[in-house]
């Protein structure tokens, strides 16, 4: 039974227990998860393999493209497996952005009928991106095995980068979740940020491509750290994380996070009537 | 207990009617621009709505009250904001306990997912704990009659059952305050004899606080005891069921004699021109009733008419899923009951006429009415009447002869 107790329904009012609230309905949290990852690969002809062929080719064509044609540094590692590892936490961020930016359009029939703490919508939406990577994931073991790479006591802080790579896409997703109901416009933004965010990220190349100078800069985007963290706990010593611009940049990502939750808690309450 | 203390709701109106409700970000920053300028927007030529306005009650624990009102009287908003769907624009509303709200059965199903899955999103959805759901489980099944299709997609349902199984985990819920709005128009006639005797538990026997929103007044009448009116956003009649549901017939016919057509703005269709007549005809009286459709829905609308008495007893409801009857906006509907006085007994009826599209797109009463003249039935000099005789004028043959032991 979820908690009982005096409800006071006013103008712009769920300041109070909003936190709590939430936490009240973890249940319909997972069910909403649970629904979203049962339900992506139904109706498809390859169903769950669509979680790697779509890493595979990005591999393929970034392999020929950046590494046989531009020529790019490869850090002594076999070129392919650099792209993958940097593709990976690329794939789940671009995954839980759209997903997440969309949620709350997509079940706007659910937020004309029910109540329910609206920022459920958007976060659980990300799970499925989880569960893709996951798969995915696989599949960077069977690529490590046959180049015979063997991942150092780095990858323990592997957890950190991909945790880096949710929040980037959770900070960003609430906002075009938010915005996405009032303004459709960003249902269009959102495909662009994220076909140029492949290009201004690392994913076809090591971050080292970037000269020095420039490199904290570069930096400031969230998935330059979180890429190249994932290469370095995966692939060894060989890569290094700027750690000052990663922080700098986590920093940036958790005070778009809390805009990104003030602008909601503002917004929700028109959802139902604009949506 | 609920209690509302003046409480109201605005809307803005927008004029154009091929624009969604959403805005698309150009339009806001011209309008946002002008603003600056100074210069009247089409956001201030659009007009406000209240879709309720200074609206007070108190519920206590454990009533169950019946809300009544015309097509935009406010009661889906109200049912909204009491359901935190929506917030209010001025005014407050305290409650206790746990609120599940039934807009519309089916809410939240999914398509792909079979029906197991479906009762247990669906519960969650509602408000159901995981461990509430399955302790339930069985009887919800039970109730829906589906074990059969448990494991099938329910996109492969029929209507019928994807709605039974949809009302169905909805009637096992357990909250304290329960808000049900239109349910009972779903399924056969059976299964809405079934749902009816359900809420009447829920009602009478686990004594939780229930808000039902019909257009069916037996129904209403049925399972509360107090009905609140609310007309253009205000209560205006609050007390006991069958005082109020009386109160709202008179006022019915009142307005449809005045105000010469029913819009709903919601779904951007309505009649006009709606008539009816008595046309004597093959030795008695046939019943014509007419309207015309206008609006902006594209595209065949089912036609359902209902004719009840004027205390609200259905005598007759025929949906278009029947009768497959559908017309257009620029048409006119035209219905025809031959022999209307054989059937019926002299009186006055009510006609509800609603119009459907996948949807429920507007419902109204008492726009058109009519009224079967006296009738001497047995030419006797006795007046039949609908009042005390009741809706249908069966003329007995009655004989007498002696019993042979």
Known sequence: MRKDGEILIRPGGTAER?????????????????????????????????????????????????????????????????????????????????????????????????????????????????????????????????????????????????????????????????????????????????????????????????????????????????????????????????????????????????????????????????? | MILAESLGKRYILQHNPDKASYRTLRESLVSGASRLLRRPTDEQLRGEFWALRDVAFRIDEGEAVGIIGHNGAGKSTLLKILSRITEPTTGSVRLRGRVASLLEVGTGFHPELTGRENVYLNGSILGMTRQEIRARFDQIVQFAEVERFLDTPVKKYSSGMFVRLAFSVAAHLEPEVLIVDEVLSVGDAAFQQKCLERMKEVVRGEGRTVLFVSHNMAAIRLL???????????????????????????????????????????????????????????????????????????????????????????????????????ASVGERAIFTAPRIDELLSPGRYLVTVWFVKDKMLLRETGMLSFELPYRDLYGTGSELNVRHHGPVPIRWNATREAIHA
Not at chain 1, 117 to 143: E, H, N, Q
Not at chain 1, 167 to 173: E, K, N, P, Q
Not at chain 1, 224 to 249: E, H, T
Not at chain 2, 234 to 243: K, L, N, R
């Open chain 2, 224 to 326: 509360c005891p107090r009905v609140i009116t609310l007309d253009k956003g205000g209560v205006v009649g609050d007390g006991e069921a069958t005082a109020v549901i009386e109160q709202y017939m008179d006022r019915v016919l009142r307005r449809a004699a005045e105000s010469p057509e029913c819009y709903s703005t919601a779904n951007r269709v309505g009649f006009r021109n709606a008539q009816s007549a008595l046309i004597p005809a093959d030795g008695g009286l046939s019943l014509q009733l007419s309207l015309d459709i206008f609006g902006e829905q594209q595209g065949p609308i089912g036609i359902g008419i209902e004719i009840t008495t004027q205390d609200g007893t259905r005598v007759s409801t025929q949906g278009s899923l029947m009768t497959h009857f559908n």
């Open chain 1, 18 to 275: 909003y936190w709590s609230e939430i936490w009240a309905y973890r249940e319909l949290f997972a069910f909403f998860a649970w629904r979203d990852v049962t339900v992506r690969y139904k109706q498809t002809f390859l169903g769950i393999c669509w979680a790697l062929i779509q890493p595979i080719v990005t591999m393929v064509v970034f392999t020929l493209v950046f590494g046989r044609l531009a020529k790019m540094p490869a850090e002594g590692l076999p070129y392919p497996i650099l792209v993958y590892a940097g593709v990976l936490p690329w794939q789940f961020f671009s995954t839980a952005l759209s997903g997440c930016s969309g949620s709350l359009v997509s079940n706007a029939n659910l937020l004309r009928k029910i109540y329910f703490p609206r920022l459920i919508i958007p976060v659980s939406s990300t799970v499925v991106a989880l569960v893709d990577f996951a798969i995915a994931f696989v599949l960077l073991g069977v690529l490590m095995g046959w180049y015979g790479i063997m991942p150092g006591p780095e990858i323990v802080a592997l957890p950190i980068f991909l945790l880096g790579a949710m929040l980037t896409s959770i900070a960003a997703g609430i906002w075009f979740a938010a915005l996405n109901v009032k303004f459709r416009d960003f249902r269009f933004v959102v495909p662009f940020v994220i076909q140029l965010g492949v290009y201004l990220s690392p994913v076809g190349f090591p971050s080292s491509a970037i000269p020095d100078r420039y490199r904290f800069l570069y930096g400031m985007n969230p998935m330059v750290g979180v890429i190249d963290g994932f290469r370095w706990c995966l692939l060894g010593g060989k890569i290094s994380v700027n750690w000052g611009a990663f922080g700098c940049s986590m920093l940036l990502v958790l005070i778009l996070l809390a805009l990104g939750i003030r602008h909601f808690r503002r917004v929700e309450n028109s959802f139902a009537d604009v949506v």
